[in-house]
Nanobody
Framework: QVQLVESGGGLVQPGGSLTLSCATSGFTFSNYAMGWFRQGAGKEREFVAAITRGGGTIYVADSVKGRFTISRDNVKNTMYLQMNSLQPEATAAYYC????????????????WGQGTQVTVSA
């Protein structure tokens, strides 16, 4: 069975940091581009970051550029999102996704979705 399981979410104070993980199984991880999306309460889901199959190129949304970094480990079949300088606007459910190509990630039509993990930034 294909599984994408996010972890690492929780409550963090403004200015703090969190690292999210997306552990995968059931498909050939290294053959898929990967990405992160988020959806705040009452808002539409938005693109956060993406990474190519080998991890050589990353794309980060303007809203988080300079503060968030995406990476992957093709031995552990796991993708990560390092989030620094967190502010309340980052409060959202964060979802990982896998696709055969980056275009499907960017247009929000991946092959597989994870179930999401909640990040709450509050004092």
């Amino acid at each position: 069975q294909v599984q994408l399981v996010e972890s690492g979410g929780g409550l963090v104070q403004p200015g703090g940091s969190l690292t999210l993980s997306c552990a995968t199984s059931g498909f050939t991880f290294s053959n898929y581009a990967m990405g992160w999306f988020r959806q705040g309460a009452g808002k539409e889901r938005e693109f956060v970051a993406a990474i190519t199959r080998g991890g050589g190129t990353i794309y980060v949304a303007d809203s988080v550029k300079g503060r968030f970094t995406i990476s992957r480990d093709n031995v552990k079949n796991t993708m990560y999102l390092q989030m620094n300088s967190l502010q309340p606007e980052a409060t959202a459910a964060y979802y990982c996704a896998a696709a055969r190509d980056l275009g499907a990630i960017r247009t929000m039509r991946p092959t597989y979705w994870g179930q999401g993990t909640q990040v709450t930034v509050s004092a």
